[in-house]
């Protein structure tokens, strides 16, 4: 059974940085794609990172490019997404979400029970 868990949310300043995790357990071909999802209140849900063990091209929404970074630890299957030069705008909740696939992620197989990031001007 696939677990993921998060952490790593918390307030900051605008120009701040996080570092959020994903720990997933269960096999680990099944998380193979892990990455973030967050959602505003009011908004839709976007996807903003994602990186798949062996696959060289990871993905960043336009608005986070430049400022996050994604990274993974195979051993420890395990994902983290760095958050520099925070904006207001980032602020929302945070979801990890893995599959076993590219193709399978964008609609996400698995979720972590999400983070809340709150940035303040």
């Known amino acids: 059974q696939v677990q993921l868990v998060e952490s790593g949310g918390d307030s900051v300043h605008a120009g701040g940085s996080l570092r959020l995790s994903c720990a997933a357990s269960?096999?680990?071909?099944?998380?193979?794609?892990k990455g973030w999802f967050r959602q505003a209140p009011g908004k839709e849900r976007e996807a903003i990172a994602r990186?798949?063990?062996?696959?060289?091209?990871?993905y960043y929404l336009d608005s986070v490019k430049g400022r996050f970074t994604i990274s993974q630890d195979i051993a420890k299957n395990t994902a983290h997404l760095q958050m520099d030069s925070l904006k207001p705008e980032d602020t929302a909740m945070y979801y990890c979400?893995?599959?076993?696939?590219?193709?399978?992620?964008?609609?996400?197989?698995?979720w972590g029970q999400g983070t809340q990031v709150n940035v303040s001007s």
């Open positions: 269960g096999d680990a071909w099944r998380t193979k794609c």
């Open positions: 990186i798949c063990t062996g696959v060289g091209i990871g």
């Open positions: 979400a893995a599959a076993p696939t590219l193709s399978t992620w964008s609609r996400g197989v698995y």
